[in-house]
């Protein structure tokens, strides 16, 4: 295992004066005693996704309620303040913001480069990390380039080799740091988990490579073992606290009551803070006021550089035998924080580089586009990722064995109200960032093949956006439940309704293609990404994937781009409204919340199926909107969308087309008949 002693002296003098105190209740572990007692400062950071500068490249300004930067100043300012200090990263580190995006995919780093992440996180001598499941989107060559140039161990404990029963593990699983508090020697355990849905999300990368157990069964396993080599256990779980019905996902409360020997529980991945959350009240077992999960204290620092997590432990010491007497948990804002000058100069190139990437204009539209009603109604940003995949697979399929199958389209509303705000894009240029705000991910373009009843079960578990609404019930319902954006597909190039009285599994009716009623035996090709394509979200299993698309690597996003590029002129936002929530007699209001600027969207527009309430929702940056389940109001929307104009798009082919030769006038006329048909 590798070790680490973890002690920084430079620059704590200059900063002493302006040094965050950090308080917050404390747990008792033990009776004190007469012993001389001891802190140590465990910090840590989470869900970084390379937003290492507090700025928001999609929307082109500066914010200052994230940035590792920030996060940075803290972590020295804690330092200065205690004597004892230990720092970790619970991971998804270099995966998401557009600075990480162009350092792997626009301009690739070259063999033996770092990444501007990794530079700051060894600068600040962090002493181990986990591995996050976004680790795994660019591959096991990828992870693994990063694992050897940071300074410090990446642990997961849960992933093996494929093929050797889980029993040889894939990464370091735990490491022991021989660490110093007040100059006696502490042995510092410290063990990494991730979610065991990598599996899924990431199937492209991972099958055949590795295997995957559940975080409980690893911890129960490895941390026994750990416990005998270690005089303190800190578990950098990948994990958060389960609300819903992803227990094994969000595994953090079952860990802390089935595992024993965890003294400090670090947790992630779910981009929430605790201690300090509400959110985690009616949890059995969490106690958000001492800042514990089931009596072991534990923190969440957040995402995005937007917090640094303290735990401290007070410690007395007999003999080399170390006792926890108490503990405290903190999360510590970023807002009103300056900039550590150190980091902002070791990373400021690649940021520079960013933004003149994201200024880019790729092409332009006619009139502003935006989420705030792409839960409720067909909508013009998913229209738009639709047309530009089915303009590429078009292309890519002519003269191919493909090109008489049926093709379809999924995209989903991925800045939708859900943990990130809307998609907002002014009529005018589009540049990179407006499509990093259209497009969040750095997902990769993939096409499955499906059969009718595959099909309906993928709309089918998108339609569990929806509450079950009561038609005869009198008081007021809420529209959608609690599920994320990202995993609510719209299907383009078929036709279909949703029927939210009916339970789950049992709303999709109507489903047709081209006029006919979709059957089990219909085969369809359906352009979606590689984190739907290998199971992520649950609505494929097992799909086929079309083999010439897997290792091409291209972004969705750039097809998009190359879409804007090819257009004569602007491009036209418009909705073909080929699904819709079925007309039904309903007895009361039907309400769902957004963005607080709908109400003008909804007037702009003439929008008739959706309302605003007139009510602001508690924090004043939302509002409630009604939606009416009305035939006449359906219609007027599909007028609408029938006199909005399609797209005028140049004949030249995609630069990376596999064939070089354009049938886009034929796919244009195609898009036009399937919008004619659906109005």
Not at 122 to 145: Q, R, T, V
Not at 480 to 507: C, H, K, M
Request: charge should be negative.
């Amino acid at each position: 295992m590798r070790e680490k002693a973890f002690f920084r002296t430079v620059k704590r003098a200059a900063i002493i004066g302006s040094a965050f105190m950090l308080f917050s209740p404390v747990t008792s572990f033990a009776e004190s005693n007469d012993q001389e007692s001891h802190e140590l400062t465990i910090m840590t950071t989470t869900d970084i996704h390379s937003y290492l500068m507090p700025y928001d490249y999609m929307n082109d300004e500066a914010v200052d309620d994230y940035g590792f930067v920030k996060a940075a100043t803290l972590i020295e300012q804690v330092r200065a303040e205690n004597d004892n200090t230990i720092l970790f990263d619970n991971g998804d580190i270099f995966e998401g913001s557009m600075l990480g995006e162009l350092e792997t995919f626009i301009d690739p780093l070259e063999e033996g480069e770092t990444q501007a992440v990794i530079k700051a996180l060894n600068e600040l001598d962090y002493a181990a990390a986990s591995i996050g499941n976004h680790e795994f989107n660019f591959g096991l060559d990828y992870l693994d380039d990063a694992i050897e140039s940071a300074d410090f161990p990446w642990l997961s404990a849960n992933v093996y080799k494929a093929g050797t029963d889980r029993e040889e593990h894939y990464y370091e699983p735990y490491t022991v740091i021989e660490h110093e508090v007040d100059g006696k020697s502490i042995d510092i355990g410290v063990i990494g988990f991730v979610p065991p849905q990598i599996m899924s999300w990431d199937n492209l990368h991972l099958e055949g490579n590795v295997e995957v157990r559940e975080i409980v069964d690893s911890a129960q396993r490895y941390i026994p073992e750990l416990k005998e080599q270690s005089d303190i256990v800190v578990a950098l779980a990948h994990t958060g606290v389960n609300t819903g019905d992803r227990e094994t996902e969000h595994a953090a409360v079952t860990l802390a009551e089935e595992v024993d020997g965890i003294d400090a529980l670090v947790m992630g991945h779910a981009h929430q803070t605790f201690p300090g959350n509400t959110g985690y009240d009616e949890v059995d077992g969490v106690d958000d006021e001492n800042g514990t999960i089931h009596g072991i204290p534990a923190v969440m620092a957040g995402n995005w550089g937007s917090h640094l997590g303290t735990i401290t432990l007070e410690m007395t010491e007999e003999d080399g035998a170390w006792n926890i007497v108490s503990s405290s948990s903190e999360v510590t804002g970023v807002e009103g924080v300056e900039e550590n000058e150190d980091i902002v100069n070791l990373i400021s190139d690649v940021h520079e580089r960013t933004m003149e990437y994201i200024s880019t204009v790729v092409g332009s539209i006619s009139d502003g586009i935006n989420t705030f009603f792409s839960l409720v109604m067909d909508n013009e940003v998913t229209q738009l990722v639709n047309d530009a995949q089915l303009w590429f697979a078009e292309d890519f399929f002519s003269g191919t064995e493909y090109e008489e199958r049926k093709l379809l389209s999924a995209a989903a509303p991925f800045r939708a109200g859900y943990r990130g705000g809307y998609t907002e894009v002014d009529a005018g240029d589009v540049t990179i960032g407006n499509l990093a705000d259209i497009y969040v991910y750095s997902n990769t373009l993939q096409v499955v093949d499906v059969n009718g009843d595959e099909l309906t079960e993928w709309l089918e578990r998108s339609a569990e956006n929806f509450e079950q609404i009561d038609p005869g019930a009198e008081e007021e319902q809420s529209l959608l439940a609690s599920f994320s954006a990202f995993n609510f597909d719209v299907i383009e190039g078929v036709d279909y309704y949703l029927d939210v009285t009916q339970p789950v599994g049992e709303r999709v009716t109507d489903l047709t293609y081209e006029g006919e009623p979709v059957t089990s035996d219909m085969e369809f090709l359906v352009v979606t990404n590689n984190y739907r394509a290998g199971g992520g979200g649950d609505h494929l299993e097992d799909a086929d994937l079309v083999e010439e698309l897997i290792d091409l690597n291209i972004q969705n996003r750039e097809v998009i781009a190359d879409f804007f590029r090819e257009q004569e002129g602007d491009y036209h936002p418009h909705s073909s409204m080929n699904w819709a929530l079925l007309p039904t007699e309903i007895d009361s209001e039907v309400t769902f919340t957004s963005s607080i600027d709908g109400a003008d969207h909804i007037d702009r527009l003439g929008l008739e199926l959706v309302s605003f309430t007139g009510n602001l929702t508690d924090d004043d940056d939302g509002a409630y909107y009604e939606y009416h389940f009305d035939e006449s109001a359906l219609e007027s929307e599909r007028e609408r969308a029938d006199g909005d104009e399609l797209p005028a798009t140049a004949s030249t082919a995609p630069l990376y087309t596999l064939i070089g030769i354009t049938v886009f006038i034929g796919a244009s006329a195609l898009l036009f008949f399937r919008r004619r048909q659906t109005a």
